[in-house]
Every structure is written in C-alpha cells, then in structure tokens.
C-alpha cells in the first residue's frame, strides 16, 4: 500500500495564479520522505490539500487508500501535522495543549494520558507538562508541536519545517526522534531547507520547482547525477603556491587552506597523492557544502529546457505526459 498517492493534481487560486501543474507522485507506506523546493515552489499547497486545508482545482489525493474527496475524515484521522508556525495557545499549559488535540479525534483524557507520557519523556518535555507554553524556549516549542500532532497515533506524519531555528544539539536530538519514529513503522513528509537533513534522514525525495515536479527518485540516484564535488582541504603548513593538477581545480582560500572541485569519475585519493608529490601535506578535508544543497541549486536554477535529459525525462515519467501546464478551473 502507498502512504500517499497524487495523481494529476492541480490548483490554481481565484486571482489565477497557477501553484499546482499537473503533479503526480507516490509515497510508500513506512517511507521517510522528502519534498524539497524553493520558496514559492508549490509545497505548502501541496501539503495544504493533503490536510484539506486547500481546496484542490484537479485531480486525485489518497492517503492510505482513502480518497480525499470520499472519506476526507477518515484521511484526517490519518495525518498529523506540525506546521511552521506555533499555532496554539501560548498561556495553555503544555499538557493541557495536547489533551485538547485528543479531544479533536474523540479520545479522553484517560485514553492518552499514557500516550502523552511516553511522548513527552521522548521529547524531553515531561519535566515542563505543567508549564505554560509561552515559558518554553523556542527548541521546546517545536517539539510540543511534534507531541501535539503524534497524540492520536497517526500513521502519517508531515513535518514542515520542525528543525527551523533551533540550535544544532536540539536539531540532532529530534532527527534521531524522528528516525525512531519512522523505524516504528510511521509514514513521514519532511520539508526542510536544511538539505542535509534530506540527506540523511529520507531515502527518497521530490523536488518541486513552481508547481511542476522537476525530480522524484531515490536521494542516492539524484546525487549520483552530481558533475563535480567541491571540498576544502587545510594544509599543515602555508601554501606558497597551489600545482596544476589534471582533471581538477585548485583556488587559495587563505594562507593554509583551498578548495578542489573534483569531477565526476575522479579518483580522490590520486589527487591527494599527487598533492603530496608536490610538497603539500593535507591536514584536513571536508565538503564544502552540503552535496545534495550543491544539486539542489543546480536543479532549481537551470531552466527547463536546459535540465539534463535524464532528468527531464524523469520528470514525465513522474507525471505520465508533459509536464507543461493545462487550462484548470476552480472546482
């Protein structure tokens, strides 16, 4: 079974404005899974319709075999959502937050106090239950919002934007949450601009580029289409000057440290020894930016026409035909 199904799904606003073309993609069920863009691009429409907060011009939307337009509460059971934004009551108390949210789905008090336990302790907030929401740090916020939406025991989570302006220790402790989460056997939609969480957390992803999915695959086949890799290398000594080496591309960054872009198919320990040969002893190297981020931007930038076929070709396989838009009306 498919966590999520979207075929041909379109939506385009009152004042005409276009956010949805055609877009089709599938999640299976137990998947963590990535959808990625700009600003602007479509995702937050996308999630919007999967939550029945938008109303969808066209197309078809399953979560776990119901259709949206069918059993829309039986989807919504389904789902838990932890927006961008804080969106509850900052005088509640923390334990009060979650318990009214139960009370959306029909369970009491006494049926979730054993579930908001385990939830809290998990996300380091059982020591805070009594606290107002507004007393909590901003880390601590975004984790509540994961309690909330985690209550009812949904079998999809859709995570937008969790880790947003937390520190990095909170960060990584809520990747290994959600891991653990999703190893349980919980569907997730995470979207992030901190790519490296997509790179280390979901197997599979789609990127969204105004309103038409430019890539859908596997996060290991988009980065094997990568051209060259950048890294930055520290010596232990100053560098009087940097060699000409064949392939790749040496540039000074300051007086003990440079960059080298290495081509697709090069062999990295090759170069080093090479660097070696010419007097230069590395005592340090690192990618200069996150690999996937360095696509990303790559994908995002180029016009469509300029895409590589590849990828252009997997973009219609994605969608069954063209991936141009087609006249919509509101519906």
């Not at 829309?72 to 937050?97: C, H, M, S, T, Y």
């Not at 992803?205 to 290398?233: D, H, P, R, Y």
């Not at 081509?263 to 020894?273: F, H, I, N, Y």
């Amino acid at each position: 079974m498919h966590a999520i199904e979207i075929k041909n799904l379109n939506k385009t606003y009152d004042n005409g404005f276009v956010a949805l073309k055609d877009i089709s993609f599938s999640i299976a069920e137990g998947d963590f899974f990535a959808l990625l863009g700009p600003n602007g691009a479509g995702k937050s429409t996308t999630l919007g319709i999967l939550c029945g907060l938008v109303r969808k011009t066209s197309g078809q939307v399953r979560v776990m075999g119901r259709d949206l337009d069918q059993d829309p509460q039986a989807v919504r059971r389904l789902l838990g959502v932890v927006p961008q934004e804080f969106n509850f009551n900052q005088f509640e108390k923390v334990d009060d937050i979650i318990y009214n949210q139960a009370g959306y789905y029909g369970l009491s008090r006494r049926q979730v106090r054993p579930q908001l336990e385990t939830l809290l302790k998990a996300l380091d907030l059982w020591d805070k239950r009594d606290s107002q929401a507004r007393q909590l740090s901003g880390g601590m916020k975004r984790r509540l919002m994961i309690a909330r939406a985690l209550i009812h025991q949904p079998k999809l989570i859709i995570l937008d934007e969790p880790t947003a302006g937390v520190d990095i220790e909170i960060r990584r402790s809520m990747w290994q949450f959600m891991r653990e989460l999703n190893q349980q056997g919980t569907s997730i939609i995470l979207t992030t601009h901190y790519l490296e969480e997509a790179e280390n957390l979901c197997p599979n992803l789609a990127i969204i580029q105004k309103g038409e999915i430019i890539a859908n695959t596997s996060t290991k086949a988009l980065l094997s289409q990568m051209e060259q890799t950048t890294f930055v290398l520290d010596s232990f000594a100053t560098l009087d000057h940097l060699p000409m080496l064949p392939e790749v591309q040496l540039q000074a960054l300051s007086a003990t440290s440079f960059s080298l872009q290495l081509p697709k198919g090069a062999d990295l320990a090759q170069v080093m020894a090479s660097l070696q040969q010419h007097g230069i002893r590395v005592q340090s190297i690192r990618p200069q930016s996150n690999r996937l981020e360095e696509l990303f931007m790559q994908l995002v930038q180029q016009p469509k026409a300029q895409q590589p076929k590849a990828q252009q070709s997997k973009a219609k396989a994605v969608t069954g035909q063209s991936t141009g838009s087609r006249p919509t009306s509101e519906v």
